[in-house]
Protein backbone atom coordinates (compact mmCIF):
# COMPACT_ATOMS: atom_id res chain seq x y z
CA UNK A 1 0.00 0.00 0.00
CA UNK A 2 1.41 3.75 -1.23
CA UNK A 3 0.39 6.06 1.47
CA UNK A 4 0.78 9.87 1.26
CA UNK A 5 0.71 12.41 4.25
CA UNK A 6 -0.51 15.95 3.53
CA UNK A 7 -1.07 18.90 5.90
CA UNK A 8 2.06 19.88 7.76
CA UNK A 9 2.73 23.30 8.73
CA UNK A 10 3.68 26.23 11.04
CA UNK A 11 1.46 27.08 13.60
CA UNK A 12 1.19 28.82 16.81
CA UNK A 13 1.40 27.14 19.90
CA UNK A 14 -2.56 26.80 20.97
CA UNK A 15 -3.79 26.17 17.17
CA UNK A 16 -4.53 23.87 15.31
CA UNK A 17 -4.14 21.23 11.72
CA UNK A 18 -5.41 18.47 10.35
CA UNK A 19 -3.34 16.14 9.08
CA UNK A 20 -4.41 13.81 5.80
CA UNK A 21 -2.80 10.53 4.97
CA UNK A 22 -3.97 8.93 1.24
CA UNK A 23 -3.96 5.45 0.76
CA UNK A 24 -3.52 3.45 -2.19
CA UNK A 25 -2.86 0.25 -3.73
CA UNK A 26 -4.64 -2.54 -2.02
CA UNK A 27 -8.27 -2.54 -0.12
CA UNK A 28 -7.55 0.30 2.55
CA UNK A 29 -9.64 -0.77 5.14
CA UNK A 30 -7.34 -4.22 5.45
CA UNK A 31 -5.09 -2.08 7.36
CA UNK A 32 -5.05 -0.70 10.60
CA UNK A 33 -3.63 3.05 10.67
CA UNK A 34 -1.43 4.92 13.02
CA UNK A 35 0.10 8.21 12.79
CA UNK A 36 3.33 8.64 14.34
CA UNK A 37 6.07 11.70 14.96
CA UNK A 38 9.77 12.12 14.88
CA UNK A 39 11.82 15.29 15.98
CA UNK A 40 15.52 15.66 14.89
CA UNK A 41 17.84 13.47 16.88
CA UNK A 42 15.17 11.27 18.60
CA UNK A 43 13.37 8.36 17.95
CA UNK A 44 9.66 7.86 15.84
CA UNK A 45 7.25 8.02 18.33
CA UNK A 46 3.79 6.65 18.78
CA UNK A 47 1.13 8.99 18.52
CA UNK A 48 -2.16 7.86 17.52
CA UNK A 49 -4.24 4.55 16.05
CA UNK A 50 -7.05 3.24 14.38
CA UNK A 51 -8.31 -0.24 13.45
CA UNK A 52 -9.55 -1.48 9.81
CA UNK A 53 -13.02 -0.52 10.61
CA UNK A 54 -12.76 2.65 12.82
CA UNK A 55 -13.91 1.09 15.78
CA UNK A 56 -11.10 1.14 18.50
CA UNK A 57 -8.34 4.45 18.60
CA UNK A 58 -6.01 4.69 20.79
CA UNK A 59 -3.11 7.59 21.76
CA UNK A 60 -0.33 8.53 23.10
CA UNK A 61 -0.65 9.88 26.81
CA UNK A 62 0.86 13.17 25.61
CA UNK A 63 -1.39 14.14 23.21
CA UNK A 64 -4.48 12.39 24.43
CA UNK A 65 -7.52 14.97 24.53
CA UNK A 66 -5.89 16.76 22.16
CA UNK A 67 -5.43 14.89 19.40
CA UNK A 68 -8.30 12.66 17.12
CA UNK A 69 -7.57 10.10 14.62
CA UNK A 70 -10.05 8.98 12.39
CA UNK A 71 -10.44 7.37 8.84
CA UNK A 72 -12.83 7.51 6.14
CA UNK A 73 -12.58 3.70 3.73
CA UNK A 74 -14.78 5.52 1.49
CA UNK A 75 -11.97 7.50 0.45
CA UNK A 76 -9.25 5.65 1.46
CA UNK A 77 -7.82 8.14 3.74
CA UNK A 78 -6.79 8.61 7.54
CA UNK A 79 -7.13 12.02 9.35
CA UNK A 80 -5.03 13.32 12.75
CA UNK A 81 -7.11 16.75 13.95
CA UNK A 82 -4.40 18.61 16.15
CA UNK A 83 -5.57 20.84 18.58
CA UNK A 84 -4.03 22.79 21.47
CA UNK A 85 -0.70 22.54 19.67
CA UNK A 86 2.58 23.06 21.59
CA UNK A 87 5.69 23.27 20.51
CA UNK A 88 6.82 20.03 21.88
CA UNK A 89 4.57 18.61 19.06
CA UNK A 90 6.72 20.22 16.75
CA UNK A 91 8.29 17.35 14.74
CA UNK A 92 7.73 15.43 11.18
CA UNK A 93 4.33 13.14 11.28
CA UNK A 94 4.44 9.93 9.33
CA UNK A 95 1.79 7.90 8.63
CA UNK A 96 1.55 4.11 8.96
CA UNK A 97 -0.40 1.09 7.56
CA UNK A 98 -0.31 -2.39 9.27
CA UNK A 99 -2.18 -5.38 8.55
CA UNK A 100 -4.86 -6.10 10.61
CA UNK A 101 -3.12 -9.96 11.45
CA UNK A 102 0.37 -7.67 12.21
CA UNK A 103 2.46 -6.33 15.26
CA UNK A 104 4.40 -3.80 13.50
CA UNK A 105 3.56 -1.66 10.71
CA UNK A 106 4.75 -2.56 7.70
CA UNK A 107 4.05 0.72 5.22
CA UNK A 108 4.69 3.98 5.88
CA UNK A 109 4.22 7.55 4.12
CA UNK A 110 7.15 10.05 3.42
CA UNK A 111 5.97 12.70 6.42
CA UNK A 112 4.81 16.08 6.73
CA UNK A 113 6.59 18.47 8.90
CA UNK A 114 4.55 20.24 11.71
CA UNK A 115 6.30 23.12 13.40
CA UNK A 116 4.73 24.81 17.03
CA UNK A 117 6.61 28.34 17.23
CA UNK A 118 5.87 29.41 21.04
Known amino acids: VQLQACGGGLVQAGGSLRLSCAAS????????MGWFRQAPGKERDFVAG????????YYANSVKGRFTISRDNAKNTVYLQMNSLKPEDSARYYC????????????WGQGTQVTVSS
Open 50 to 57: ITWGGGTT
Open 96 to 107: GARDRTAVTYGW
Open 25 to 32: GHTFSNYD
